[in-house]
């Protein structure tokens, strides 16, 4: 039904920026809220960024300040703009679509793309 694909991950230095894309496939893509998790080798999935269909936005407390999430729905992508990195944002970063259906809940997640932030 919907279809993620992240770009945009690359290594980079500490303190650089850049800008990760989830392009998204799917005729409701607006009424999905959309997240951005995180992954490092050997550790927990955790939840990076969140933009609800209404626009809000929650971020984690270890990149509050650094990281903006956004989203264009007439293109059906979304961004999450990463500044000022630090190594310990190193991570494979995924995109997911989260929608609920009364007590059914749907989850959609891309394939990842790999962040380094190293010298």
């Known amino acids: 039904q919907v279809q993620l694909v992240e770009s945009g991950g690359g290594l980079v230095q500490p303190g650089g920026s850049l800008r990760l894309s989830c392009a998204a496939s799917g005729r409701f893509f607006s009424l999905y809220a959309m997240g951005w998790y995180r992954q490092a080798p050997g550790k927990q999935r955790e939840l990076v960024a969140t933009i609800t269909s209404a626009g809000s936005t929650s971020y984690a407390d270890s990149v509050k300040g650094r990281f903006t999430v956004s989203r264009d729905n007439a293109k059906t992508t979304v961004y999450l703009q990463m500044n000022s990195l630090k190594p310990e944002d190193t991570a494979v970063y995924y995109c997911?679509?989260?929608?609920?259906?009364?007590?059914?809940?749907?989850?959609?997640w891309g394939q990842g793309t790999q962040v380094t932030v190293s010298l």
């Open positions: 997911n679509g989260h929608r609920e259906f009364g007590r059914l809940e749907l989850d959609y």
